[in-house]
Structures are given as structure tokens and as C-alpha cells.
């Protein structure tokens, strides 16, 4: 494994456009690709409908995802809503419990961490670092009205769950407000079992 090693090399990070060059893997997801995370289901088939477009796009460096690696990537979430709640990412967690650090390139967002049991959230700009501890599972929407922009640096060896936060939810959602968003916990959203999952995985942690 170690052999596979990468170089050392700069990637230009550019915080316009969410650009990293030289990139490696790029994802992109679209409404279609959300169905069951947002509140508003009707809302959702009715924006598929109407061209399903890009909610967010993921430009990875070229750093793969094996253990004493340290992949990077910004993530650029597009401005918009399905019905109250903003465009935002699946949300996942680590399988194993690893830390990861956010820090704020253009726009605004919300970074929603929860823990099974406690949802905490902060407001990323440009020049903010968000960090999320290991054990906690975490999702970005973006509450502004430009592209909200990232760049995400964690562990290769953490993994991606997606499938606990689509069947436990995050804890709360981030909706419009009168003062522009809200974070609303949901309260009993997460059975027991995903409880119990993020339990362990902290305490591993
Ligand atoms: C981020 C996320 C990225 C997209 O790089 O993977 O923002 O969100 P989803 O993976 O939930 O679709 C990260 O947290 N990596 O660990
Ligand atoms: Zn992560």
C-alpha cells in the first residue's frame, strides 16, 4: 500500500470557480440524486421534473482514500431550495470515527454535524474553518444566494456512510426564515439504532 504513496505537489484551489488543479475524481449531484433527504418530496419531483439540475458538484485532488493519505476537495453548492430548505449535500459519516476540517471559500453556509443525540452547527464564510470532530455524522447547505464553496480535508481512511444519515436524518434541517435560515431540530428523527450507531463509532473514537 505504501508504495502507492502519492508525489508532493501544490493544487491550485480556486475559490471563483471551486477549481483544483491538478483534480482527480469529480462528482456531481443532482435533485434525482436527493430523493428522501428533503422534507418537501412533492417539491423535489416537481424540480426533477423541471430539468433536475446540479445541486452540488465535488472536485477532488488527486490524493486517493487509503489510510496515512490526506485526500482534499471542494465541494460547490449551488443557491437554492427545495421547498423551505436549502440545497444541501447527502451527509454522511465516517465508518471510522476520523475528524475532517471545512474552511470557507465563497459564499455562506451552514455546516450541521450531529451526533445521534446532539445536532451543533456553525456558519462557514470565506476565511472560516469549521471542524468536525470524529463521530459525528455532517452536511453543508448553502443559505445564501451564490454558490457556496469549500474545500473539505480529511483522513483516506475514514470512508463515506451515506447510508445511516438517509435513514436517520441529521437531526434538524436548515429552512428560510424571516432572518434568512433557520437550523429546526427534528426531535425523535433518529431511531435508537442510529443512536447507538454513532455511539459506538465515537466511543471507538
Ligand atoms: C466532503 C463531502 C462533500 C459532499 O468532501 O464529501 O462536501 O458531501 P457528501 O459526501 O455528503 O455528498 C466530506 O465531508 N468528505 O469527507
Ligand atoms: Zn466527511
Given at each position: 500500500m505504501s508504495g502507492d504513496l502519492v508525489r508532493p505537489f501544490a493544487a491550485g484551489i480556486d475559490g471563483?470557480?471551486?477549481?483544483?488543479?491538478?483534480?482527480g475524481v469529480v462528482s456531481e449531484r443532482r435533485l434525482s440524486d436527493l430523493?428522501?433527504?428533503?422534507?418537501d418530496a412533492a417539491a423535489l419531483e416537481r424540480a426533477v421534473g423541471e430539468g433536475d439540475e446540479v445541486v452540488y458538484r465535488v472536485v477532488a485532488a488527486?490524493?486517493?482514500?487509503?489510510?496515512g493519505e490526506v485526500p482534499f476537495s471542494v465541494t460547490t453548492i449551488e443557491a437554492g431550495r427545495v421547498g423551505d430548505e436549502f440545497y444541501m449535500t447527502r451527509g454522511h459519516a465516517h465508518p471510522e470515527p476520523q475528524g475532517e476540517v471545512y474552511f470557507g471559500l465563497s459564499g455562506r453556509g451552514v455546516l450541521l454535524m450531529y451526533d445521534g443525540e446532539e445536532v451543533r452547527w456553525v456558519e462557514i464564510r470565506p476565511g472560516v474553518a469549521g471542524y468536525i470532530p470524529p463521530g459525528w455524522a455532517h452536511r453543508t447547505a448553502n443559505v445564501g444566494g451564490e454558490p457556496f464553496r469549500f474545500l473539505a480535508v480529511y483522513p483516506g481512511s475514514a470512508g463515506h456512510d451515506y447510508a445511516i444519515v438517509a435513514e436517520g436524518g441529521m437531526g434538524a434541517r436548515v429552512v428560510r426564515s424571516a432572518a434568512g435560515y433557520e437550523v429546526v431540530e427534528e426531535p425523535g428523527g433518529a431511531g435508537p439504532a442510529v443512536r447507538e450507531y454513532y455511539r459506538r463509532r465515537k466511543k471507538r473514537g
Open positions: 471563483a470557480s471551486g477549481g483544483v488543479d491538478p483534480a430523493r428522501g433527504l428533503f422534507r488527486p490524493v486517493p482514500e487509503v489510510e
